[in-house]
């Protein structure tokens, strides 16, 4: 079992900039392929970023320069930078763990967090 909780989702200006954590435990998460997606209202979930355990990042088109994926072994943690904010990134970022198919495909990820809202105002 992996547990994972995101934080540090919040109200920001667009240009601004944001990081997201997920702290996991149960398994070490440099073992496992991690995810980002988000939801917007009224869409359906979409990828954001992965990083697998062979340390390769994968990006969505959308967030791709903007948006930074990076892991802390030692406090087991995930992180997502994201600068360049546009309203558009405005949603509710999940983390997901132990990806066992394409990353790109939340049906790939066997554990999710329960997500934390970023709101970008323009």
């Known amino acids: 079992q992996v547990q994972l909780v995101e934080s540090g989702g919040r109200l920001v200006q667009a240009g601004g900039s944001l990081r997201l954590s997920c702290a996991a435990s149960?398994?070490?998460?440099?073992?496992?392929?991690m995810g980002w997606f988000r939801q917007a209202p009224g869409k359906e979930r979409e990828f954001v970023v992965a990083l697998t355990s062979g340390g390769t990042t994968v990006y969505a088109d959308s967030v791709k320069g903007r948006f930074t994926i990076s892991g802390d072994n030692a406090k087991n943690t995930l992180y997502l930078q994201m600068n360049s904010l546009k309203p558009e990134d405005t949603a509710v970022y999940y983390c997901?763990?132990?990806?066992?198919?394409?990353?790109?495909?939340?049906?790939?990820?066997?554990?999710w967090g329960q997500g934390t809202q970023v709101t970008v105002s323009s």
């Open positions: 997901a763990a132990n990806a066992l198919g394409p990353v790109r495909a939340g049906n790939a990820y066997n554990y």
């Open positions: 149960g398994r070490t998460f440099s073992r496992l392929t």
